[in-house]
């Protein structure tokens, strides 16, 4: 009995040693040994057995384990990752191949692109840059995919860089098309509002019409540059009949109270303006209201706390003049509807400066004046009756005072005509379309017969379609 379970637990020794030893099959160095054995003086059976030194080693059995628990996780994530990273690749392949097109169609076509686009393009390749990088840095060791992914991307880059200074030898190609835009969407408006189709067509800077027939639906080009809560303020396009085709944008926010012109900005292009582009940002101490109008590169408007006029020289940004208007009334006497501190209010037409005011003598009705803008000596003044507290807004064009009132939040009339070279007061009712609720300023330029609306903090323009005149 004995005998056997001695066997038995040989055959167990035997069975776990195996399993342990790292020792090949047939190697010299055996775990045990059988020898002979032999009865003593008892009768009773004797052997020896031979065990190595080491047991079994559980500890590290354990720690294989775990390792081989953690290394299974490691590579569930890693794979998980590369999962990921192979539907981002096959998302920016595509991606790649739509820039690709683009750029192939800006090659091969005739059509002048803005900078705009250039600008798109662009803010696609830098994304897809941004992501590879990621990739790069994510991904251990040499991975082929994604530097090929690199590489085309940065041939990319450098072809749409090449392709924006090519298309600056190309700035005439680029504005026959923008006025061919322009007559369209002149013709798009007619048919819009049922006007005539065969509409006459009058040179800017020409008085030979019969005065306003319609309006467009408004353009909105932006908010302005300082945000939303500037509501208050005005914008326009500079005018001189010397050099009307010359483009000067000016853009004037009032500070957030509404009353202080402490800021504007020049801009010497439409495309600088859309883009917020090479800026000149300037700093004087204080207009007053949003009645300011820039006309051969001087800024015009009302100093602050004062019925006095200031001229500012652009190139210097300096007031060069400032001059008191005679009998205005200001500080918020007589401003339009729903607009705080206009009470002197600038205007600019193809025959020059105007001012827009009431006097006390005038009990709150609107005065025009005709002035020389060397001196700013006032030529010519004509009374209306119109009480301007009960308008939102004036301009002039050829001579003619157009009054605007409110309707309602989306909604405004020009309904008031004043005829400064006839005398005459009239009547009309010409809708305008408003994005916002609040218009705070319009302004008129007689170098492409537009009004330049500041709406709510929101720069407006709207093209203005003119009658003939009639037959004498």
Not at 92 to 99: G, L
Request: hydrophobic share 35%; charged share 20%.
């Amino acid at each position: 009995m004995k005998l056997a379970r001695a066997a038995g637990l040989l055959f167990l020794l035997q069975n776990a040693l195996a399993v342990t030893d790292p020792t090949p099959i047939g190697a010299s160095d055996e775990p045990f040994a059988n020898v002979t054995g032999f009865l003593d003086d008892r009768g009773l059976c004797q052997c020896s057995v031979y065990l190595p030194d080491a047991t079994f080693p559980v500890q590290k059995v354990e720690r294989l384990e775990i390792a081989v628990q953690t290394f299974s996780i490691k590579f569930n994530q890693e794979l998980s990752k590369v999962t990921q990273y192979t539907k981002a690749i096959e998302i920016y392949e595509q991606k790649i191949r739509n820039v690709t097109l683009k750029v192939e169609a800006m090659e091969k076509t005739s059509i002048s692109y803005t900078e705009l686009d250039f600008q798109v393009v662009k803010l696609e390749i830098v994304e897809m840059e941004k992501l590879v990088i990621q990739l790069k840095s994510t991904l251990t060791g040499s991975n082929v995919v994604v530097e090929q992914l690199y590489e085309e991307i940065t041939n990319l880059s450098l072809m749409v860089t090449q392709l924006e200074s090519l298309d600056k030898n190309n700035i005439l190609a680029i504005r026959r098309e923008v006025v061919a835009l322009r007559n369209k969407l002149k013709e798009c408006e007619w048919g819009r509002n049922d006007t005539s189709s065969s509409s006459p067509h009058f040179p800017p800077g020409s008085c030979s019409h019969g005065g306003i027939l319609n309006i467009s639906q408004p353009y909105v080009i932006q908010l302005n540059w300082r945000g939303f809560a500037y509501k208050y303020g005005a914008w326009g396009r500079d005018y001189s009949p010397l050099t009307p085709e010359k483009d000067l944008f000016w853009v004037a926010p009032l500070n957030t109270e509404g009353r202080y012109l402490e800021y504007y900005r020049l801009h010497r292009s439409y495309d600088d303006l859309l883009l917020y582009k090479n800026p000149k940002e300037y700093r004087i101490q204080y207009g007053e209201g949003s009645g300011t109008t820039v006309y051969k590169n001087y800024m015009y408007f009302n100093a602050h706390n004062s019925r006095d006029m200031s001229k500012l020289d652009l190139n210097t940004n300096t007031v060069v003049l400032r001059k008191t208007l005679p009998g205005a009334a200001y500080n918020n006497r007589f401003s339009y509807a729903g607009v705080a501190w206009q009470d002197i209010d600038f205007a600019v037409d193809e025959n020059g400066l105007w001012v827009i005011y009431s006097t006390e003598a005038s009990t709150g009705n609107i005065v025009i004046s005709r002035l020389n803008e060397t001196t700013l000596e006032v030529l010519d003044t004509w009374q209306t009756k119109q009480y301007k507290p009960s308008v939102s807004s004036a301009f002039i064009v050829c001579g003619v005072l157009y009054a605007v009132r409110p309707l309602n939040t989306r909604k405004e009339e020009i309904f008031y005509t004043y005829d400064t070279n006839t005398g005459k007061e009239g009547r009309m009712s010409i809708i305008i379309d408003k994005v916002m609720e609040t218009i705070q300023s319009i302004n008129y330029s007689p170098g492409d017969q537009k009004l330049y609306v500041y709406n709510d903090a929101y720069l407006l323009f709207y093209n203005l379609f003119f009658q003939p005149s009639p037959l004498l």
